[in-house]
C-alpha cells in the first residue's frame, strides 16, 4: 500500500466541450454531388465540427463547438445551389 504522500502530484486538465447539435432540411438535392456541395459550404462555417447529409430526405445534422448563426447557415446552403425547406 502506497501513502498519498508517496503520489506524485499530477496536474489534470479538463477541457470541457459544449456541443450544439442543428438540424435543417435542404430542398433541391439529388445526388452525391449534392450532399458533397451542401457539406463543403457548411463545414467552413465557423464552429463547425460535423455535417451529416441523409439525402433521401435532406435532412442535415450539424454538430458545432458554438452556436449557428442561422444567416450564415442559410447563405451557406445557398451558395451551394439549394434552398432550405420551409
Not at 10 to 17: M, S, T, Y
Amino acid at each position: 500500500m502506497t501513502s498519498l504522500g508517496s503520489v506524485p502530484n499530477r496536474i489534470l486538465h479538463l477541457r470541457v466541450l459544449i456541443v450544439n447539435t442543428t438540424v435543417i432540411t435542404v430542398s433541391g438535392m439529388t445526388c452525391e454531388h449534392c450532399v458533397n456541395a451542401v457539406k463543403s459550404e457548411i463545414s467552413a462555417l465557423p464552429g463547425v465540427r460535423e455535417v451529416d447529409v441523409v439525402l433521401s430526405t435532406g435532412e442535415v445534422t450539424i454538430t458545432a463547438d458554438q452556436e449557428l448563426d442561422m444567416v450564415a447557415l442559410k447563405s451557406a446552403v445557398a451558395e451551394a445551389g439549394y434552398d432550405l425547406a420551409r
